[in-house]
T-cell receptor, first 114, second 114 residues
């Protein structure tokens, strides 16, 4: 079955540590996205990539980094520079050229800083 | 940012009743989409309505779009307990340099009481 797989589902981090969230898709989608969701809030865009080896900052990119070495994979690193990283992180991808279709989402990764 | 704003923030109804959620936005859009999120899960796409459409149906869902008022509504008819979830509108618009962005609202939390 095609879909988006995020791992891990739950992650705990000590302050000062970097962590990497995995996102893999087998839908042959070109564009991939990372969103952050805080309780009772909407989704805020962190980074997005429309093609391999290229990505752009979203609205809240500070303290995060990404890479897009393969079409299927778009990992997100939450660095120690992110001051308030506890949140629910969602990865998404889109089939068509952005502007013409809907996003497919993974099941999310919940990061808690201890 | 052309963030959509949903109204109400929370809605509680009896099973069998209809549920109506509204979304307002600020700038011109390419399309407007509605998503559903069960607690702790990823978002699932429900329906997309283009800027030149006024109404769209999908099963028990009916979406309207009024571009002159910059607003949309989502109607769920004959609600079921399984419809309990958060519902988000997302507006898609041109963000420059040949790319489009989806901007999400904060959502309406729907509770359907059996």
């Amino acid at each position: 079955d095609g879909g988006i797989t995020q791992s891990p589902k739950y992650l705990f981090r000590k302050e000062g540590q970097n962590v990497t969230l995995s996102c893999e898709q087998n839908l042959n989608h070109d564009a991939m996205y990372w969103y952050r969701q805080d309780p009772g809030q909407g989704l805020r865009l962190i980074y997005y990539s429309q093609i391999v080896n290229d990505f752009q900052k979203g609205d809240i990119a500070e303290g995060y980094s990404v890479s897009r070495e393969k079409k299927e994979s778009f990992p997100l690193t939450v660095t120690s520079a992110q001051k308030n990283p506890t949140a629910f992180y969602l990865c998404a991808s889109i089939k068509a050229v952005p502007g013409t279709g809907e996003l497919f989402f993974g099941e999310g990764s919940r990061l808690t800083v201890l | 940012s052309q963030q959509g704003e949903e109204d109400p923030q929370a809605l509680s109804i009896q099973e069998g009743e209809n549920a109506t959620m509204n979304c307002s936005y600020k700038t011109s859009i390419n399309n407007l989409q509605w998503y559903r999120q069960n607690s702790g899960r990823g978002l699932v796409h429900l329906i997309l309505i283009r800027s030149n459409e006024r109404e769209k149906h999908s099963g028990r869902l009916r979406v309207t779009l009024d571009t002159s008022k910059k607003s949309s509504s989502l109607l769920i008819t004959a609600s079921r307990a399984a419809d309990t979830a958060s519902y988000f509108c997302a507006t898609e618009g041109y963000s420059g340099a040949g790319s489009y962005q989806l901007t999400f609202g904060k959502g309406t939390k729907l509770s359907v009481i059996p």
